[in-house]
């Protein structure tokens, strides 16, 4: 993560937007030394201020930590170049139960591979806590008509030793709602795992799947799998 880049891009949308680093210190909520200290790459926004930065700013989250605007490609262009859809990179720490100068977050990006979905995902580092955030959830897959379901359940989980654990779910099949375009289902599902024990290194970081299930109007149970990969940003 390079501090400089991402302080220049808040710069630059600041100037954008014609703000002082007063004004938009207070539209945060936070000192103008704050500001000042993102801008100059000595320190980072942790989650919270980065969300506020994000609709401050109609940037993504992923936008704010590359430092860049995100080069637009049509999923189209995504399929016939046979590239796998990545959308990475919106944030995840949870810390804010406590303050510190020094703020050093390192941040590995999921990865989705499966080429009918895009997710946007990350799991995030600081010296006190690891954490999983995952939304967006799209179905993309414009060789197939988009399936439709009456319900729909997602489940995140990962492979220890060859078991599935299970992190966390989202909705059930017995939520039974009118017959709806799948994609309308997931773009409410967000998974928020804070403590998260997978360590930069852990070889559990790579075995993070999602499963969605979803019930069609045969009343029949569809299931797609979902592995995501872990994109290591991780430094010393």
């Not at 710069?11 to 936070?30: C, F, G, I, M």
């Not at 030394?33 to 930065?53: M, Y």
């Not at 609709?55 to 605007?69: A, T």
């Not at 024990?197 to 009343?219: F, K, P, V």
């Amino acid at each position: 993560m390079n501090q400089e880049k991402i302080g220049k891009f808040i710069y630059d949308l600041r100037k954008k937007y014609n703000l002082t680093q007063a004004e938009l210190a207070s539209r945060l909520h936070v000192t103008a030394q704050a500001v000042s200290k993102w801008e100059n790459g000595r320190g980072v926004p942790d989650i919270e201020l980065l969300k506020k930065l994000s609709e401050e700013f109609d940037v993504s989250i992923s936008e704010l930590i590359e430092g860049q605007k995100e080069h637009k490609k049509t999923k189209k262009i995504w399929f016939l170049s046979g590239a796998v859809l990545v959308v990475v990179v919106i944030v995840v720490v949870l810390l804010v139960s406590f303050q510190r100068d020094d703020e050093s977050f390192t941040f590995s990006s999921l990865i989705c591979d499966n080429d009918s979905f895009s997710i946007n995902g990350v799991i995030a580092y600081d010296d006190a806590k690891k954490s999983v955030y995952i939304s967006n959830i799209h179905y993309c897959d414009e060789t197939l008509e988009e399936p439709k379901a009456q319900a729909v359940e997602c489940i995140l989980y990962e492979v220890v030793n060859d078991e599935e654990v299970e992190i966390a779910r989202y909705g059930s099949l017995s939520d039974v709602k009118d017959n709806d375009y799948i994609s309308k289902y997931l773009s409410n599902i967000e998974f928020n795992i804070d403590d998260y024990t997978c360590g930069c290194n852990s070889d559990t970081c790579n075995n993070l799947h999602i499963r969605i299930n979803a019930l069609n109007e045969q009343n029949e149970v569809i299931t797609y799998e979902i592995p995501l990969s872990v994109n290591h940003t991780c430094s010393d």
